[in-house]
Structure formats: C-alpha cells, structure tokens
C-alpha cells in the first residue's frame, strides 16, 4: 500500500493526551477484551484487530508492562524501542502506560508518533485487508519492524490460528 499521499503529514510533538489517559478501567488485558476495544470502540475491521493482537502477542503476551526487551530498551504491550525515541514518545503520551494497555493501543493508533509511523498507521487504518494474516504482517514489516521477519511472521500467524473464534 502506498504512503506517498502522507508525506506532507507533520508530526505532531509527545504530549499527554487526554484519550490517551483513560485508565484501562480495571479491564484485564486479554485476548477477548483487546478485540473488543479495538473493533467496539475504535471500530477497527475484524482483520486489523487481530493483526495487531497476534503482533502484541509476541511482543507482550498481553502484557502492559513487560520487562524491557531488546536488551532493556522496548517498553509497552508493543515494545516500542528507544533507538529513535519512540518509547520515550509513548510515556510522554500515554503518563500512566504501565497500567494502561487501552492508552497504548490508542497512541500505536494515534498520529502522536514519528513520521514514518504517523503515515504507515493512517495508512494501516485505510486499508481493508483480505485476511487477518495480511494485516499482521503489514503491520510486522512496516511498523513493528523485528530483526528475524520470516520467522515472527510464522509465529504471527501460528497466534493468529488461536484468535480463530473472534
């Protein structure tokens, strides 16, 4: 899918916002609650919702605050890495992100990140994809960017074959 209509897109400084903020209301983070928010109440398709799960999935097992991966510097459900300030970003964003797996599903959906990612995401949300397995691995390549692609897209998928009933 092309981005080139986003280039002029300008980004948009970390700041708390107020969305963002929103605790997760006690909601447990799991599988069954994660697509619910992300098809009730962001009104993502089915299959963008489980390609993001099966993404969280093996960056986080459904965790808000896992231990920092990539030798300590990815935080998150996502493990956004700090090489290009994109964790420091979603603290700055999301305050309260250790708790609250909701604010940082809506910053990964949100256009408060670098540029690069601002377009891929306006671009993820646009795009109706045929199958679960095609937005993940969209969303593998272009946002969550892993050092061994072919082999985090097989285990995407073997996760997407346990989403089956949503």
């Known amino acids: 899918a092309s981005t ?4 002029n897109m300008e980004f948009v400084p ?27 109440t962001r009104n993502l398709s ?25 030798q300590g510097n990815s935080f998150g459900a996502a493990q956004w890495n700090n090489a290009y300030g994109r964790s420091d970003i979603m603290k700055a964003s999301v305050p309260n992100w250790q708790t609250n797996w909701k604010g940082q599903l809506d910053h ?18 646009n795009t109706n994809y045929e199958t679960p397995e095609a937005a993940s691995e969209h969303l593998l390549r272009m946002w969550f960017r892993p050092l061994d692609t072919h082999g985090d897209i097989q285990k995407n998928n073997q996760f997407l074959k346990g989403f089956a009933n949503f």
């Open 14 to 40: 970390a700041q708390p916002v107020a969305s963002y903020t929103q605790s997760s209301d006690g909601e447990e983070f799991t599988p069954a609650n994660t697509f619910a928010y992300l098809t009730g």
């Open 108 to 125: 990964m959906l949100s256009q408060n990140q670098l540029p690069e990612y601002n377009r891929f995401t306006k671009d993820f949300l």
């Open 46 to 70: 089915r299959n963008q919702a489980l390609g993001i799960m099966a993404n969280i999935q093996r960056e986080s097992s459904f965790r808000a605050n896992p231990s920092g991966g990539d």
């Open 4 to 7: 080139s209509g986003y280039a």
